[in-house]
């Protein structure tokens, strides 16, 4: 079974920082895309960055400029260095792997449990 776990998430005051893991396990073969979404109370969930194995990366412009994805794809981990936050980035945030590949040649969808970020004003 795979299975993605966050964690990093917590209660931060404007302006401050927060660094988000993302680790995948189980039986895994490869992952092309990871990345993370979140979503706030009463809001839809939203993409707010992905990164590809080769390193291409997409952000929500909502956070470029204050967020950095990362990965190191021999620990099949996922980051989220967040900057400069403001209460506007509190939310649940969620790390997805859209097609995983299983060892026995599968292809899975794969979300993480959620972990709390909460933004201070």
């Known amino acids: 079974q795979v299975q993605l776990v966050e964690s990093g998430g917590g209660l931060v005051q404007a302006g401050g920082s927060l660094r988000l893991s993302c680790a995948a396990s189980?039986?895994?073969?490869?992952?092309?895309?990871m990345g993370w979404y979140r979503q706030a109370p009463g809001k839809q969930r939203e993409l707010v960055a992905a990164?590809?194995?080769?390193?291409?990366?997409n952000y929500a412009d909502s956070v470029k400029g204050r967020f950095t994805i990362s990965r190191a794809n021999a620990k099949n981990t996922v980051y989220l260095q967040m900057n400069s936050l403001i209460p506007e980035d509190t939310a649940v945030y969620y790390c997805?792997?859209?097609?995983?590949?299983?060892?026995?040649?599968?292809?899975?969808?794969?979300w993480g449990q959620g972990t709390l970020v909460t933004v201070s004003s």
């Open positions: 997805h792997a859209p097609a995983l590949v299983t060892a026995t040649g599968t292809y899975r969808e794969v």
């Open positions: 189980g039986s895994i073969f490869g992952i092309n895309v």
């Open positions: 990164i590809t194995s080769g390193g291409s990366i």
